[in-house]
């Protein structure tokens, strides 16, 4: 599969890339092994292209799905991966932030992701995965709430103190 005039080989076994069809149309992909490359256009229409089709079960064994992949995930040893079309060294990401299906990064040229963990993001959208992603974001904007409530009483106990109570109002 050609590149801006290159052929892109396969950052694993080095055999070429060549396109294949997913619900982003086709990708460039390695017949051996499985990795995908794709771009962030590509990406995007892929999860535009998921049917979400998922019940609170669903995604209650999501998460814990992805608590084992976090646990195994810990286990593995790092390895970081050269961009196929620029050759600098990628980020190492999971898709969204509580999947942890591991996915390689270029910020100039797209997603390495092994064909399995492509799967992966496919079934961690269609059962609920954005739902995770919120209840995460939720979580973490209640406890930065409580953090900055914990500092603003501080801050009226400190000048409670000093003399100098001035009541600090934060709308929440």
Known sequence: MAYHGCVLACLQCQRNLVATDTLAGPVPGCAACGHRWLSAAQLAALQAGVERRYTPDDVRALRDESKA???AALQRPVVYCRCPTCGNQMLRRTFGEVSFLLVHFCAAHGYWIHGDDL?????????????????????????RIRDLERQNRTL?????????????????
């Open 69 to 71: 992949r976090k646990r």
């Open 119 to 143: 799967d992966g993001v496919v079934d961690y959208i269609a059962r609920g995965g954005e739902v995770l992603e919120m209840a995460n974001a939720t979580e973490r904007l209640a406890l």
């Open 156 to 172: 009226e106990d400190r000048a409670r103190i000093a003399g100098a109570f001035i009541p600090l109002a934060f709308p929440f």
